[in-house]
């Protein structure tokens, strides 16, 4: 899970505009003004990029922009896709995990009204840096 930055050409549409991802295959999305497909393309990048880190495809390089070849009704722009924050933002579940505890510290943490699932996320959050 990482950041990346990867261009997206942006195409004038009679109906909108159109975008595409030329370093990720079949990575498209539209928009109707070009604010919209610009948020689009925010969502759809980090999107693909999950599911590659999760089916463990490799993830490429991106393209220099000045190599890119647009047509005259394109441009190009680069978008940023933080994978981590998407998972955090749509990958909500909770997962029940069993833990062990010396019998004391638990009874010590009861006494306390300490929510432990809270405890461990926040100490997760700490070792992971996120």
Known sequence: MAKYVFPAII?????????????????????????EAIEMAQDVLPLMLCQMEDDKTPIPEASDISALHLAENETVTYIVADTMKYREKYNTKA???????????????????????????????????V
């Not at 004038?12 to 070009?34: H, L, M, R």
């Not at 995990?97 to 943490?109: G, H, V, Y």
Request: proline share 3%; net charge negative.
């Open 95 to 129: 997962v029940k995990k069993t833990l062990t505890i010396p019998q004391w510290m638990n009874e010590a943490a009861a006494k306390a009204n300490i929510n432990f699932s809270q405890v461990l996320q926040d100490a997760l959050r700490e070792k992971l840096s």
């Open 11 to 35: 195409e004038k549409a009679d109906d909108g505009y159109n975008v595409s991802f030329p370093d990720i295959e079949n990575c498209f999305t539209c928009g109707k003004t070009f604010a």
